[in-house]
Protein backbone atom coordinates (compact mmCIF):
# COMPACT_ATOMS: atom_id res chain seq x y z
CA UNK A 1 0.00 0.00 0.00
CA UNK A 2 1.47 3.51 -0.96
CA UNK A 3 -0.91 5.33 2.36
CA UNK A 4 -1.58 9.14 0.89
CA UNK A 5 0.50 9.93 -1.64
CA UNK A 6 0.61 14.17 -2.16
CA UNK A 7 1.57 15.73 -5.71
CA UNK A 8 3.42 18.06 -6.21
CA UNK A 9 6.00 18.18 -3.09
CA UNK A 10 7.05 22.02 -4.23
CA UNK A 11 5.23 24.57 -6.06
CA UNK A 12 5.77 28.08 -6.86
CA UNK A 13 2.63 30.17 -7.92
CA UNK A 14 2.75 34.07 -8.58
CA UNK A 15 -0.37 36.15 -7.51
CA UNK A 16 -3.70 35.15 -9.47
CA UNK A 17 -2.51 31.72 -10.61
CA UNK A 18 -4.68 28.65 -9.63
CA UNK A 19 -3.65 25.12 -9.10
CA UNK A 20 -4.73 21.94 -8.20
CA UNK A 21 -3.39 19.99 -5.61
CA UNK A 22 -3.63 16.10 -5.42
CA UNK A 23 -4.11 13.86 -3.25
CA UNK A 24 -5.06 9.99 -3.61
CA UNK A 25 -5.05 7.25 -1.29
CA UNK A 26 -5.39 3.80 -1.65
CA UNK A 27 -7.27 2.23 2.00
CA UNK A 28 -10.27 2.49 1.13
CA UNK A 29 -10.58 4.96 3.61
CA UNK A 30 -14.29 6.73 4.02
CA UNK A 31 -13.39 10.34 5.47
CA UNK A 32 -10.50 12.91 3.58
CA UNK A 33 -9.36 15.87 4.48
CA UNK A 34 -7.23 19.02 3.97
CA UNK A 35 -5.06 21.05 6.63
CA UNK A 36 -2.48 23.90 5.96
CA UNK A 37 0.43 24.23 8.41
CA UNK A 38 2.11 27.43 9.12
CA UNK A 39 4.78 28.33 11.59
CA UNK A 40 3.42 28.37 15.17
CA UNK A 41 0.09 27.60 14.28
CA UNK A 42 -0.17 23.80 13.64
CA UNK A 43 -2.47 22.20 11.37
CA UNK A 44 -5.63 24.25 10.74
CA UNK A 45 -8.53 22.14 8.90
CA UNK A 46 -9.87 23.53 5.38
CA UNK A 47 -12.38 20.76 4.08
CA UNK A 48 -13.36 17.54 4.84
CA UNK A 49 -14.95 14.95 3.43
CA UNK A 50 -16.90 11.85 4.96
CA UNK A 51 -17.39 9.98 1.38
CA UNK A 52 -17.65 10.29 -2.67
CA UNK A 53 -20.03 12.94 -2.90
CA UNK A 54 -19.78 14.91 0.32
CA UNK A 55 -17.64 17.55 1.42
CA UNK A 56 -18.17 20.43 4.29
CA UNK A 57 -15.69 23.52 5.28
CA UNK A 58 -13.43 23.17 8.27
CA UNK A 59 -11.58 26.22 10.15
CA UNK A 60 -10.18 27.98 7.25
CA UNK A 61 -12.04 27.47 3.81
CA UNK A 62 -11.86 30.94 2.30
CA UNK A 63 -9.89 30.23 -1.24
CA UNK A 64 -10.32 26.79 -1.38
CA UNK A 65 -12.67 24.53 -3.48
CA UNK A 66 -12.82 20.78 -3.70
CA UNK A 67 -14.34 17.81 -5.01
CA UNK A 68 -14.52 14.16 -3.90
CA UNK A 69 -16.23 11.87 -6.91
CA UNK A 70 -14.14 9.26 -5.99
CA UNK A 71 -13.52 7.43 -2.78
CA UNK A 72 -9.34 7.58 -3.46
CA UNK A 73 -9.31 11.06 -4.80
CA UNK A 74 -9.43 14.36 -2.81
CA UNK A 75 -8.00 17.51 -4.98
CA UNK A 76 -7.43 20.53 -3.38
CA UNK A 77 -7.94 23.79 -5.51
CA UNK A 78 -6.54 27.13 -5.17
CA UNK A 79 -8.54 29.58 -7.80
CA UNK A 80 -6.92 32.44 -7.74
CA UNK A 81 -3.65 32.15 -5.22
CA UNK A 82 -2.69 34.51 -2.24
CA UNK A 83 0.82 35.27 -0.55
CA UNK A 84 -1.61 34.34 2.41
CA UNK A 85 -1.44 30.66 0.83
CA UNK A 86 2.15 30.30 1.22
CA UNK A 87 1.60 26.95 3.31
CA UNK A 88 1.97 23.31 3.47
CA UNK A 89 -0.61 21.46 3.20
CA UNK A 90 -0.90 17.81 4.30
CA UNK A 91 -4.13 15.43 3.02
CA UNK A 92 -4.68 13.09 5.52
CA UNK A 93 -7.17 10.06 5.69
CA UNK A 94 -9.37 8.04 8.02
CA UNK A 95 -11.69 4.99 8.09
CA UNK A 96 -14.47 7.35 9.32
CA UNK A 97 -14.84 11.18 11.21
CA UNK A 98 -14.55 9.33 14.36
CA UNK A 99 -11.56 11.20 16.11
CA UNK A 100 -11.02 7.72 18.11
CA UNK A 101 -9.34 6.32 14.33
CA UNK A 102 -5.90 7.49 13.23
CA UNK A 103 -5.43 10.08 10.38
CA UNK A 104 -2.98 8.69 7.70
CA UNK A 105 -1.04 12.08 6.28
CA UNK A 106 0.30 12.34 3.00
CA UNK A 107 4.43 14.02 2.78
CA UNK A 108 2.89 17.50 2.70
CA UNK A 109 2.67 20.18 -0.71
CA UNK A 110 5.32 23.04 0.15
CA UNK A 111 3.13 26.15 -1.52
CA UNK A 112 4.88 29.28 -1.82
CA UNK A 113 2.57 31.90 -3.56
CA UNK A 114 5.26 35.09 -4.51
CA UNK B 1 -16.04 27.09 18.59
CA UNK B 2 -13.77 24.30 20.26
CA UNK B 3 -9.84 25.35 20.79
CA UNK B 4 -7.01 22.90 21.79
CA UNK B 5 -4.15 25.02 23.93
CA UNK B 6 -0.90 23.32 23.97
CA UNK B 7 2.13 24.13 26.20
CA UNK B 8 5.18 24.86 26.19
CA UNK B 9 5.35 25.79 22.72
CA UNK B 10 8.90 25.03 23.03
CA UNK B 11 10.76 22.70 24.96
CA UNK B 12 14.50 21.99 25.56
CA UNK B 13 16.68 19.97 27.24
CA UNK B 14 19.23 17.49 27.98
CA UNK B 15 19.69 14.01 27.33
CA UNK B 16 18.57 11.82 29.99
CA UNK B 17 15.78 14.43 31.54
CA UNK B 18 12.51 14.17 32.15
CA UNK B 19 9.54 16.23 30.78
CA UNK B 20 5.74 17.02 30.62
CA UNK B 21 4.10 18.63 27.89
CA UNK B 22 -0.04 19.44 28.05
CA UNK B 23 -3.35 19.79 25.65
CA UNK B 24 -5.69 21.63 27.21
CA UNK B 25 -9.48 22.64 26.38
CA UNK B 26 -12.42 24.15 27.87
CA UNK B 27 -14.46 21.84 25.95
CA UNK B 28 -14.92 17.98 26.63
CA UNK B 29 -13.87 15.44 23.76
CA UNK B 30 -14.83 12.01 23.52
CA UNK B 31 -11.05 11.40 22.80
CA UNK B 32 -8.04 12.90 22.50
CA UNK B 33 -5.06 11.41 20.31
CA UNK B 34 -1.66 12.55 20.24
CA UNK B 35 0.94 12.89 17.04
CA UNK B 36 4.28 13.39 16.51
CA UNK B 37 5.80 15.03 13.45
CA UNK B 38 9.77 14.85 12.65
CA UNK B 39 10.63 17.76 9.64
CA UNK B 40 9.68 17.45 6.14
CA UNK B 41 6.97 14.70 7.29
CA UNK B 42 3.31 14.36 7.98
CA UNK B 43 2.36 13.59 11.68
CA UNK B 44 2.24 9.94 12.91
CA UNK B 45 0.02 9.02 15.44
CA UNK B 46 1.20 8.16 19.01
CA UNK B 47 -2.32 7.01 20.76
CA UNK B 48 -5.43 7.84 21.32
CA UNK B 49 -7.02 8.20 24.83
CA UNK B 50 -10.81 7.55 25.21
CA UNK B 51 -12.08 7.25 29.10
CA UNK B 52 -11.06 9.72 32.03
CA UNK B 53 -8.24 9.47 33.82
CA UNK B 54 -6.76 6.40 31.27
CA UNK B 55 -3.06 6.62 31.66
CA UNK B 56 -1.50 4.58 28.13
CA UNK B 57 1.98 3.87 28.19
CA UNK B 58 4.19 3.92 25.06
CA UNK B 59 7.82 2.51 25.86
CA UNK B 60 8.76 5.73 27.72
CA UNK B 61 6.19 8.05 26.85
CA UNK B 62 3.43 8.15 29.14
CA UNK B 63 -0.19 10.05 28.45
CA UNK B 64 -2.89 10.73 30.53
CA UNK B 65 -6.63 11.44 29.70
CA UNK B 66 -8.21 14.21 32.17
CA UNK B 67 -11.10 12.94 34.55
CA UNK B 68 -13.48 15.82 32.59
CA UNK B 69 -11.82 14.71 29.39
CA UNK B 70 -10.68 18.63 28.92
CA UNK B 71 -7.31 17.94 29.26
CA UNK B 72 -4.22 15.56 28.31
CA UNK B 73 -0.43 15.28 29.03
CA UNK B 74 2.29 13.62 27.63
CA UNK B 75 4.88 12.71 30.06
CA UNK B 76 8.80 11.69 28.89
CA UNK B 77 10.76 9.60 30.94
CA UNK B 78 14.79 9.96 30.06
CA UNK B 79 14.30 11.65 27.11
CA UNK B 80 16.53 10.84 24.09
CA UNK B 81 17.71 13.11 20.66
CA UNK B 82 15.85 10.49 19.09
CA UNK B 83 12.25 12.11 20.99
CA UNK B 84 13.20 15.54 18.86
CA UNK B 85 9.88 16.62 16.96
CA UNK B 86 6.66 18.21 17.16
CA UNK B 87 3.85 16.78 19.36
CA UNK B 88 0.51 17.78 18.36
CA UNK B 89 -3.23 16.92 20.16
CA UNK B 90 -5.73 16.30 17.98
CA UNK B 91 -9.82 16.01 18.87
CA UNK B 92 -13.14 16.23 17.24
CA UNK B 93 -16.55 16.29 17.41
CA UNK B 94 -18.68 16.05 14.64
CA UNK B 95 -16.72 14.64 11.48
CA UNK B 96 -14.36 17.74 12.59
CA UNK B 97 -10.50 16.79 13.44
CA UNK B 98 -8.49 19.92 14.61
CA UNK B 99 -5.05 20.00 16.51
CA UNK B 100 -3.53 22.31 18.77
CA UNK B 101 -0.56 24.20 17.85
CA UNK B 102 2.17 21.65 18.92
CA UNK B 103 4.88 21.84 21.17
CA UNK B 104 8.38 21.68 19.68
CA UNK B 105 10.41 19.64 21.64
CA UNK B 106 14.79 18.96 21.06
CA UNK B 107 16.88 17.11 23.15
CA UNK B 108 20.48 18.05 23.51
CA UNK B 109 22.70 15.28 23.22
Known amino acids: NAGVTQTPKFQVLKTGQSMTLQCAQDMNHEYMSWYRQDPGMGLRLIHYSVGAGITDQGEVPNGYNVSRSTTEDFPLRLLSAAPSQTSVYFC?????????????FGPGTRLTVL | TQLLEQSPQFLSIQEGENLTVYCNSSSVFSSLQWYRQEPGEGPVLLVT?????EVKKLKRLTFQFGDARKDSSLHITAAQPGDTGLYLCAGGEDDKIIFGKGTRLHILP
Open chain 2, 49 to 53: VVTGG
Open chain 1, 92 to 104: ASSRDGSSYNEQF
